[in-house]
């Protein structure tokens, strides 16, 4: 009797051995590793980030991302890492920047080898599913499942649709529905094609009431293309909406991290392409119930950052190999800051836009290198005649300049920029006052110069001056390596 009571208390105290032991190294009672959670990305497509309610718009019509807002974690400082639609797309799926993932040039695909969110998420049980606009190539390195029949075209564009393309989310909802009786997790990719144009001809805003940035050129025409892009902004918001009902009708909302953000800036001047922050900053907000508190922060992220947190969520040690740094201990609250600075590059978009420039940004300062500051800057909007973002408005901009001094300043500034720019974005939030001359911030410009010369030979980014453009004819039947859409 004596042994067993002597054995009784061995196996207990090797028991409370055991648990005081588990407890020391976690600092609680160990817990079986919750279920990993399904990942939801909207991405909205030429964006500006003030372009809506919840980063102050008092204009735009967007209930459903104002809704969102309120249960997210709202990031006031999001950096895109290119002003321009592939590359800026193929820094958010590879977390490299574009001239370590290839694809710096717009239409272009990134390099061979690659490697992907797919090829990073995949291995961590998850299915890695893309509905809606692509633009990003070759497919070895993204070899999303898709979501059928989610690009269709505009009605009266059927045969040649162009840019005339929309997101239908009916196929969404439907594999939505058959997910949560799956063993699996899955990231979901939903990318819309608005607000980049071609705008919604009819508007339901005044084009009276639109409000019109400080940069731009207020005109009857600048105010009618204003409402459209408005309605396209709520159209999207529209998307927003749906894709939330889904989920949480469905069943899948409690265990969803859902992000929204945008490739860049719309089509307007000093937005998409150009590295001004109505160009490069992007809105970004993250819902995860019972993981992630909403509010606010003003740390510094990169979109590059977004594939090494996945990783992490989804129970993998983030890459070290990649530009981006996860956040989850941002998003877990025990830090409120993250990078010290981030980066972003834009070449062109062949032929039409041959400025190519560099940025870095800190908490505070912006320094932008332009490579070829001789080159008048043109694009899309000056000088194609054949879509919307630009054509509608454009000639009114330059007549008023004949007359106008503020409207012949916007055109100045538009046409050049000079070899360097430094803004103090906490006093000149719009970027119009270039310090990079005022002897008072030679230090710090000369400082920004270092930093940017080491991140480029790390980029192996040794461009001198313009994209040089092989123009030799794609042969016949040969798919771009970039689609704009999948059919299949």
Not at 36 to 65: A, E, M, S
Not at 75 to 86: D, E, I, L, N, V
Not at 136 to 165: D, Q
Not at 352 to 371: F, G, Q
Request: aromatic fraction near 10%.
């Amino acid at each position: 009797m004596k042994h067993k009571i002597v054995l009784l208390f061995c196996l207990f105290t090797a028991g409370l051995f055991a648990t005081c032991s588990q407890k020391g190294q976690t600092g609680q009672q160990a817990k079986a590793p919750a279920k990993q959670p399904n990942i939801v990305i909207f991405i909205g497509d030429d964006l500006g980030v003030t372009d809506i309610g919840p980063y102050g718009n008092k204009v735009v019509r967007t209930p459903h991302l104002d809704g969102l807002a309120k249960e997210s974690l709202l990031f006031t400082r999001t950096y895109a890492g290119s002003p321009t639609c592939g590359p800026s797309r193929s820094s958010l799926l590879t977390g490299l920047y574009p001239f370590r993932h290839g694809a710096h040039g717009n239409h272009s695909g990134v390099k061979e080898n690659t490697k992907s969110l797919i090829h990073y998420l995949q291995p961590l049980g998850y299915r890695v599913v893309l509905a809606g606009k692509l633009h990003f190539g070759p497919e070895e390195v993204f070899p999303f499942e898709r979501i059928s029949k989610t690009n269709v075209a505009e009605p009266g564009h059927e045969k040649n649709p162009g840019l005339n393309w929309d997101l239908n989310l009916g196929p969404v909802d439907q594999w939505l529905s058959q997910q949560k009786e799956s063993d699996k997790p899955f990231v979901l990719i939903v990318a819309d094609h608005s607000p980049h144009v071609i705008w919604p001809e009819k508007s339901s805003y005044n084009p009276q009431q639109v409000d019109i940035p400080s940069f731009h050129i207020d005109t009857e025409d600048t105010r009618k293309s204003r409402a459209r892009y408005y309605e396209d902004i709520t159209k999207m918001d529209g998307n927003v909406g749906k894709v939330l009902s889904s989920l949480n009708q469905h069943g899948l909302s409690d265990n969803t991290l859902f992000i929204f953000t945008a490739d860049q800036g719309p089509q307007w001047p000093f937005a998409k392409w150009s590295l001004y922050d109505y160009g490069i900053r992007t809105p970004m907000l993250i819902k995860w119930p019972g993981q992630v508190k909403p509010g606010k922060t003003e740390a510094l992220v990169s979109q590059v950052d977004l594939l090494p947190t996945f990783v992490e969520i989804a129970g993998g040690q983030a890459p070290a190999n990649v530009d981006g740094k996860s956040f989850l201990s941002l998003l877990q609250g025990k830090k409120n800051t993250h990078h010290d600075a981030v980066f972003a590059s834009h070449t062109g978009d062949r032929l039409m836009n041959r400025s190519p420039s560099r940025m870095l940004r800190n908490s505070r300062y912006k320094y932008i290198l332009n490579i070829a500051p001789e080159e008048e800057y043109h694009t899309h909007m000056d000088k194609a005649k054949d879509h919307d973002g630009g054509r509608e408005y454009w000639d009114s901009w330059v007549t008023k300049a004949k007359t106008d001094a503020h409207a012949a300043a916007v055109l100045q500034r538009y046409h050049r920029h000079p070899k360097e720019e430094l803004y103090d974005l906490q006093a000149d939030p719009t970027e119009m006052k270039n310090l990079a001359a005022d002897p008072k911030f030679a230090q710090m410009l000369a400082g920004f110069r270092t930093q940017m010369a080491a991140w480029r030979k790390g980029q192996g980014d040794f461009e001198t001056g313009p994209e040089v453009i092989k123009d030799t004819p794609q042969p016949k039947g040969q798919k771009p390596v970039a689609p704009y859409v999948f059919l299949d």
